[in-house]
C-alpha cells in the first residue's frame, strides 16, 4: 500500500486536477486507517482530498460513499446514513452502497430497514461484504446459527490472506466463541493467523480462548502482540480483565486508566472537530466502569442514548451502568429494549437476567443467567462473576 499511496502523491503533483487519483489516494489512505488503527491521521487525510474532489465534482458517487464509509468508521451514523442515502439516490444498482445503508441502519437500530437493505445488497452483488451483513443482522435477530451458516459462506467467497477475509474468519470464530464453541473458535483464530502473519484481531482471539483456558500468560503475551500491531482500545480494555484474572492488579489499574486516556482523547478530538473526530462515549462508559468512575459512565452512556436511543447495544450499556449504580428499575427500563431483537448473546443474557432477579423477576433473572453461564461463561469475566454470586445467594 505505501507504495501505491507514494506514486499516487507523485501523480498529484504532477497534475493537480487527477481526480480519479485523488479518490483512490483517499482510499487507500482509509484502508490503512482500517489496518494500522491510525484512524485519527488516515481518516482525516483522507476526508481532505474526498472533500477536494467533491467540490469540483459534487456528485461523484465513488467520493460520497467514501465519506459515508468514514463517517461510519468515526461512529456520524446519522451522517453517514444522509451520505449514502444520497449516493443511493445516484447510483441505486451498487451493491456497496446498500452495505453502507445497511450498516448505518443497524447502528441507529432500524434493523428492520437494516435487514431490508441487506436483502437488497444480496441481490444487487452476492459477495463477502453481503454476506457478513447477513450474519450480523442473524446474530442480532438471535439466529446464531444462522450467523454462523453466513458468516461461513463470506470466508469461502473471499481470497485467503486478504484482510477483509480473514476479518471474516476472526469474525466466524467469534460466532463460535459466542455459541461456546472454543475448540472450532481457535481453529479459524489459528487459520487466520496462518493466512495472515501477525494479523492484531487473530491474536485478540487467540489471547480470549488462552484466557477462557485460564491460561492467562499467552493471553496477556497475544493481547500485547496485538496492541503493538494495531491501535484498537478493544485490546487494552481486555487486558484489564486478563490482568485481574491473572491476580495482577495493578497492571489492570493501570490498562484501565489507559483504556480511559485513549476513549477521552478520542472524545476530544470529536467535541473539537464536529465534521471529524471519532466518537466514543458508549465505549467511554464501559472504560469508567472499569475505573469504578459511574458519574463519568453514567454521563457518557446518556451521551451516546441520545444520539441512538434505538441501538440495542446502546440500551444495553445503559441498563448495566444503573444496574452498577443500584438504580434496577432504571436498568430494567432500558435492558428490555436492549432485548427486543430476541439476540442470544450470553453476556446481554446474563445481564439481564441479573437485571430481573434486582427487580422482583426472580425465576426468569436465575434461568438467564443459568443459560448464558452454561454456553460461555468466560465471555466477560466481570458479568461472569456477577452471575455466580447471585445464583449462589439463592
Known sequence: TKASMEGLLAKLRTDPN????????????????????????????????????????????????????????????????????????????????????????????????????ADKMNQVRPDLTAYTRVSYLREIYGDMPG??????????????????????????????????????????????????????YALAGLARVAAAHKDYATAIKNLNLARATVKDYAFTDELVDVYRLNNQPEEAEKMAHESVEMLADAAKQANDNEELGHYTDRELAYAYLKTNE????????????????????VNETLAWVYYKRGDFPEALKYMTVARRTNSQNPVLLCRAGLILTKTGKVAEGQALITKALETAPYLNPEVEAEGKKMLAAR
Open 18 to 117: 487527477d481526480q480519479k487519483s485523488r479518490l483512490l489516494l483517499a482510499e487507500a489512505y482509509m484502508q490503512e486507517g482500517r489496518v494500522t488503527g491510525n484512524h485519527p491521521y488516515y481518516d482525516a487525510a483522507a476526508m481532505q482530498l474526498l472533500q477536494e474532489v467533491l467540490k469540483t465534482d459534487p456528485e461523484n458517487f465513488e467520493a460520497l460513499c467514501c465519506q459515508a464509509s468514514l463517517s461510519l468508521t468515526q461512529h456520524h451514523f446519522s451522517q453517514g446514513l444522509a451520505l449514502a442515502e444520497q449516493a443511493q439516490a445516484i447510483n441505486p444498482q451498487s451493491g456497496y452502497v446498500y452495505g453502507l445503508l445497511t450498516d448505518a441502519n443497524v447502528e441507529l437500530g432500524r434493523y428492520d430497514q437494516a435487514v431490508k437493505m
Open 147 to 200: 450467523a454462523i451458516q453466513a458468516m461461513d459462506m463470506a470466508v469461502k467467497a473471499g481470497y485467503n490472506g486478504l484482510e477483509q477475509t480473514e476479518w471474516s474468519r476472526v469474525a466466524l470464530g467469534h460466532l463460535y466463541e459466542v455459541s461456546g464453541q472454543l475448540d472450532k473458535a481457535q481453529g479459524y483464530y489459528e487459520r487466520a493467523l496462518a493466512m495472515r502473519p501477525n494479523y492484531a
Open 294 to 313: 459511574l458519574d463519568k459512565a453514567l454521563e457518557h452512556a446518556k451521551i451516546e442514548y441520545a444520539r441512538r436511543p434505538d441501538n440495542i447495544d
